[in-house]
């Protein structure tokens, strides 16, 4: 008996050292990294100086621009996936010849390699000779500056390319998971398809939907490749995220207590989203037991 | 029903096109993408060029080698680790079990931008920077919680009725584990292998931070110097994208049922 007991430790402990030593001990070090005056060059030489971090942090009105735009790109990212992903979802709810196809074609984005993806969109975006300008130039749209002009709207486009394909499957495998006698009845009773998907199948999406928007928001938080290869956060700071400037501040001024402040804005965000999530989903359930 | 085919055609069409072009530019000269004019379709003539290209003009072979290596060695102590835990959490209740699944989860809301740093001064003290095993233990934290997860849901569905019946037989709970619960859940370990794999095969941050040595570099990376680099011909960059692009999107067409069995076990549940 006393083995049962001991069981569950053995079987959680490796996951959980490992969780220790590779992720909640350096959170708690890049916490502890923003009281101090760490630098780059002297990683282990930093001393205590309070919230001082924190304070300049605050402070800076550059700052309340990287937060800006951190939101707006994370809304419009979320809004964007879930709302192609799910459409795209809805088309391909229904049995025809080529879904099957039609469906791997669509996921492609989220398959193919980050790195590489963003590659091409640079050159596709590119001033000169991008195939974009070529072809807004021919329907006589002229020239534009996608990755300058519109620099936050293109970076949250190609972010929107990379994730709705997530939205789509996990979507797509929740509409399927809706009864179809349900559906059956409702249209027998004489509901047109606008009202069956609103008063059927909608109630079955929204968890879903709940869940994958979490999902979404908590990594546009993350996301660093697409907008460091596509801008750098520029220009002028137009696409500078939390996490760019994170990145920005450790490896480019060098300045890592500074660095780990704005990490830990960038953790309560991800924080404050969960909690929200916590909420509605509680909120909900409550509605529904009522 | 017209405008759902025309409809999902527009779609399909905004989702291919990217990975159209990175083809159409890898067979093309460098004369051809910069002379003015656009060239809609490959020059299939130059198919096979887009190989030897990427291969020739850049150390790609090495690159995708190490990308393959980190990515395998993800996967495997990933789904080591998480089998593990996975069992514990969805056979046991015990103290900690709930602290337990929360730092799981609150792996998924860590900016690696924020641990970067951190993991950078562990790995200098450890001798694991510009070490590929570095990269392997690194992507690991982030890819073994979400495997994890996965693999839980699918035990919760495994009856407990036949581990009972093993127990009467006297058997260990690590062998009900490997001869009953694992094989029975297997969908869900290729599930959260494929992702591992992927997950690490793309990952770039810990890649550009932690490796210096060229031939070290995972192909994300090595990619990524092309970036603002003037020097490599669009092509060759183009070609190289290809050559990292194909295993990634062939391997995801192969698998995508289990993945997208395994994804949605957890997220249509809630």
């Known amino acids: ?290 | 029903m017209k405008l759902r085919f025309i409809a999902l055609a527009a779609l399909a069409a905004v989702a291919g096109f990217p990975l159209y072009w990175m083809l159409v530019t890898a067979t093309r000269g460098q004369d051809e993408l910069f002379g003015g004019d656009v060239h809609w379709l490959p020059d299939v003539t130059r198919l096979g060029q887009v190989f030897t290209a990427a291969v020739d003009g850049a150390p790609m072979l090495r690159w995708l080698t190490n990308s393959a290596f980190v990515a395998a060695g993800t996967t495997v102590l990933s789904l080591a680790l998480a089998v593990l835990a996975a069992y514990a959490l969805s056979r046991f209740s015990f103290r900690g079990r709930g602290v337990f699944g929360f730092a799981l989860f609150a792996t998924q809301m860590l900016p690696e931008a924020l641990v970067v740093v951190p993991l950078y001064a562990i790995f200098l003290t450890l001798g694991l920077l510009n070490n590929l095993w570095g990269l392997v233990l690194g992507n690991t934290a982030f890819a073994m919680p979400v495997a994890v997860w996965i693999i839980k849901t699918a035990m919760d569905g495994v009856p407990r009725e036949i581990e009972e019946a093993a127990a009467l037989d006297g058997c260990s709970r690590y062998a009900m584990l490997r001869r009953i619960v694992l094989p029975l859940t297997a969908p869900s370990l290729a599930a959260a292998a494929v992702l591992a794999f992927f997950d690490s095969w793309n990952e770039f941050l810990l890649a550009n931070t932690f490796m210096v040595d060229e031939e070290k570099w995972p192909a994300s990376k090595g990619l990524a110097s092309f970036v603002g680099e003037f020097v490599t011909p669009l092509p060759t960059v183009m070609s190289a994208a290809v050559l990292f692009t194909v295993p990634a999107v062939v391997f995801f067409l192969l698998v995508q049922r289990h993945i997208v069995a395994g994804l949605t076990a957890g997220a249509v549940k809630g």
């Open chain 1, 1 to 290: 008996m006393r083995a049962e007991r001991l069981a569950p430790y053995v079987f959680a402990s490796a996951a959980a050292l490992y969780l220790l030593a590779f992720a909640a001990g350096p959170l708690l070090d890049g916490v502890w990294l923003s009281f101090t005056d760490t630098k780059l060059l002297d990683p282990t030489g930093g001393e205590w100086i309070g919230t001082d971090n924190y304070t300049d942090l605050f402070a800076d009105s550059r700052f309340a621009g990287t937060l800006g735009v951190t939101l707006i790109y994370a809304l419009s990212t979320v809004v964007g996936a879930l709302l192609v992903g799910t459409f795209g979802a809805v088309l391909l709810d229904k049995a025809f010849r080529g879904r099957t196809a039609l469906r791997a074609l669509l996921t492609l984005p989220w398959a193919a390699p980050t790195v590489a993806v963003t590659l091409i969109f640079v050159w596709i975006f590119n001033n000169d000779n991008g195939v974009l300008n070529h072809a807004s130039e021919a329907a006589g749209l002229g020239r534009h500056g996608w990755l300058t002009a519109y620099a936050l709207a293109t970076v949250t486009a190609v972010s929107v390319w990379k994730v709705f394909p997530f939205v789509l499957l996990v979507v797509l495998a929740a509409l399927q998971s809706v009864p179809k006698d349900l559906v059956e009845s409702a249209r027998i009773d004489g509901a047109g398809p606008a009202r069956v998907f609103r008063s059927v199948t909608w109630p079955f999406l929204v968890p879903t939907l709940r869940v994958v928007a979490l999902l979404m928001t908590i990594w546009s938080f993350r996301r660093f490749e697409i907008i460091w290869l596509l801008t750098q956060g520029g220009p002028v700071d137009r696409t500078t995220t939390l996490v760019i400037d994170v990145y920005r501040q450790a490896f480019l001024d060098s300045d890592l207590g500074r660095s780990a402040a704005t990490g830990a804005v960038g953790l309560v965000l991800s924080a404050i989203a969960t909690v929200a999530y916590a909420l509605t989903e509680r909120h909900s359930t409550a509605k529904d037991l009522a």
